[in-house]
T-cell receptor, first 117, second 111 residues
Framework: GNSVTQMEGPVTLSEEAFLTINCTYT??????LFWYVQYPGEGLQLLLKATKADDKGSNKGFEATYRKETTSFHLEKGSVQVSDSAVYFC????????????????FGGGTRLMVKP | NAGVTQTPKFQVLKTGQSMTLQCAQDMNHEYMSWYRQDPGMGLRLIHY???????DQGEVPNGYNVSRSTTEDFPLRLLSAAPSQTSVYFCASTTGVTEAFFGQGTRLTVV
């Protein structure tokens, strides 16, 4: 079955520090990979995605590269801000038009990021 | 744009009570799903639907029922609440190809 493993938090950084949140996966087929972010008291929002090997997803200064050889999709940001404090979820989807259950997302456990001024 | 709307935002139930969590989307998405979020476990799929009249079980379906009579609505029913169902519940919708859109969540406490 599908699974996603991401580093446990919390991760505490000072403002302008470099961020890496590790994510590895196991999946049947060829998954699409996602990072979602959850700000306090809110639902999940898509941060970035990649749909095939070697694709790089990017948004708001965050980046992640789909590495098929290492089954990884690590999230990085060069300089974090206090406003980046949130919980980050790595997720995958293996769906096709003929595999309805795979169109649902499989999530990692989430990593809480706390950025101090 | 409303997107995915969940009600209520907060709920406290006594053990054995029943309730329905409401979810509605206005994006004409075929796929809708319910997840529960528990500390350290990420989000786990409870039930999902691939269109009106079609539902199926996810990873943790026990204790929950769903139905999908319209494209827009996908309610989640707890028939007899248990403390193990204390969690934050999220509804999501997608076309199946694009990203999933999530509601704001319902924080449920069963005492």
């Amino acid at each position: 079955g599908n699974s996603v493993t991401q580093m446990e938090g919390p991760v505490t950084l000072s403002e302008e520090a470099f961020l890496t949140i590790n994510c590895t996966y196991t999946a049947t087929g060829y998954p699409s990979l996602f990072w979602y972010v959850q700000y306090p008291g809110e639902g999940l929002q898509l941060l970035l995605k990649a749909t095939k090997a070697d694709d790089k997803g990017s948004n708001k200064g965050f980046e992640a590269t789909y590495r098929k050889e290492t089954t990884s999709f690590h999230l990085e940001k060069g300089s974090v801000q206090v406003s980046d404090s949130a919980v980050y979820f790595c997720a995958l989807r293996t769906g096709t038009l003929f595999n309805n259950a795979g169109n649902m997302l499989t999530f990692g456990g989430g990593t809480r990021l706390m950025v101090k001024p | 744009n409303a997107g995915v709307t969940q009600t209520p935002k907060f709920q406290v139930l006594k053990t054995g009570q029943s309730m329905t969590l409401q979810c509605a989307q206005d994006m004409n998405h075929e796929y809708m799903s319910w997840y529960r979020q528990d500390p350290g476990m990420g989000l786990r799929l409870i039930h999902y639907s691939v269109g009106a009249g079609i539902t199926d079980q996810g990873e943790v379906p026990n204790g929950y029922n769903v139905s999908r009579s319209t494209t827009e609505d996908f309610p989640l029913r707890l028939l007899s609440a248990a403390p193990s169902q204390t969690s934050v519940y999220f509804c999501a919708s997608t076309t199946g190809v694009t990203e999933a859109f999530f509601g704001q969540g319902t924080r449920l406490t069963v005492v």
